[in-house]
């Protein structure tokens, strides 16, 4: 006599997962969370795929790890049973098979201690869960390891959430994979300091985008948003030495360091080869940098080639600057403000080292 064979709606839950016995099965189930997919029933198995909360799936088989195999839109694998959920409203679905009694069902749990088969006739409730399983690893510690080599391998650097603002020489310059734990996201950047162009890696991946593999100087490892990089040191405003006016007449000498005219410490002589040939000369070890005139301040100033050449007055006319090096080895700027007859009209600055 044939006899049906009742499959009972699945159960899953954090405690185990409890499905019919036969020689195939297919039930649905829900992801609760971001889980793996594995190519094994174990955490220790490679990733193939991950599931999405609320993604639906296939589940095939169990084992006794509690690792089930899914079918879904992506690389079928094994997921940890504790991180799916029964489908809601599932309806009872009937087979044709043998047997003697058309009310029973066989049920098989898969919990820590290993499976374990039962059988269900008429209202008998169905067997209790088992314990709660061993979690699977979105439950690790939250970190990341960092490799030299494509698909993870090479020299291999874990760490946890924070901030290395330095990598030394074996790793600086030199990651090309990325592997995540705990649910923790990764930010890879070119400069220390977390500075420059930098970019988040939120997957394992197997080899880093162009833009970054192998040019990682820092990284920050993190749960949810990303850290902002530390605020850039200030920048120390050059202090000045001394500032003023200098009338420097023709064949005269003077001072950069304290804008006195002759005396000792002159830095510029206002040459007068004759009356038409003229130059601005650096004096006792002074240099001068003409550069193309304009107003560079301290910065500039202290980025020019400085050599102890005299510059030709044709080549200053008024509202020309000059940079300039004193013989105290302090940087000083000049602007050739215009003429008074010979005298020449200068405004100068000089700062402190």
């Known amino acids: ?47 193939v795929d991950q599931l999405t909360a609320g993604e639906v799936v296939t589940i095939t088989e169990c084992a006794p790890s ?30 044709e098979g043998s047997g003697d009694n058309p009310e029973c069902s066989f049920g098989f749990n898969v919990g820590p201690g290993g499976p374990s088969l039962s059988v269900n006739c008429g209202d008998e409730p169905l067997p209790p869960p088992p314990p709660p399983p061993v979690p699977d690893d979105e439950d690790e510690e939250a970190g990341a390891c960092f490799y ?31 592997q995540l734990l705990g649910g923790a996201k990764a930010r890879l950047c070119e400069n220390t300091n977390l500075g420059e ?32 990089p530390p605020p850039p040191e200030p920048i120390e405003a050059p202090v000045t030495h001394s500032t003023g006016p200098i009338e ?22 206002y040459q007068a080869v004759t009356a038409v040939e003229k130059y601005i000369t650096p004096q006792g070890g002074a240099q001068l940098a003409l550069g193309n005139g304009s107003n560079r301040g301290y910065d500039g100033c202290a980025e020019e080639d400085f050599s102890g050449d005299s510059i030709p007055l ?15 080895g302090r940087i000083s700027q000049f602007r050739v403000n ?16």
């Open 248 to 269: 420097l007449k023709q064949t005269f000498q003077a001072n950069l360091d304290n804008g006195n005219v002759g005396g000792a410490g002159v830095d510029i002589w």
């Open 1 to 47: 006599m044939a006899i049906k064979r009742l499959l009972m709606p699945v159960a899953l839950c954090a405690a185990g997962l409890i499905i019919t016995a036969g020689t195939a099965f297919a039930v649905e189930a829900t992801a609760k969370s971001g889980v793996n997919v594995r190519t094994g029933p174990g955490k220790d198995f490679g990733i």
């Open 197 to 228: 162009y930098c970019r988040n890696v939120n997957n394992d991946t197997d080899q880093l985008h162009t833009s970054i593999n192998n040019k990682a100087s820092s990284l920050t490892v993190y749960v949810g948003v990303p850290p902002l």
């Open 314 to 328: 044709a080549d200053v006319p008024p509202g020309t600057y000059v940079c300039a090096k004193t013989n105290q």
């Open 148 to 178: 030299t080599g494509n698909g993870l391998s090479g020299d291999e650097l874990c760490v946890g959430l924070g901030t290395r603002n330095t990598l030394n020489a074996t790793f600086n310059n030199k990651i090309s994979s990325v």
């Open 338 to 353: 215009g003429f008074a007859g010979t005298t020449m009209k200068l405004g100068y600055t000089t700062w402190a080292n």
């Open 66 to 95: 509690n690792f089930c195999f899914v079918q879904h839109d992506g690389p079928d694998g094994w997921v940890s049973a504790s991180f799916l959920l029964p489908v809601e409203d599932e309806e009872e679905v009937i087979e």
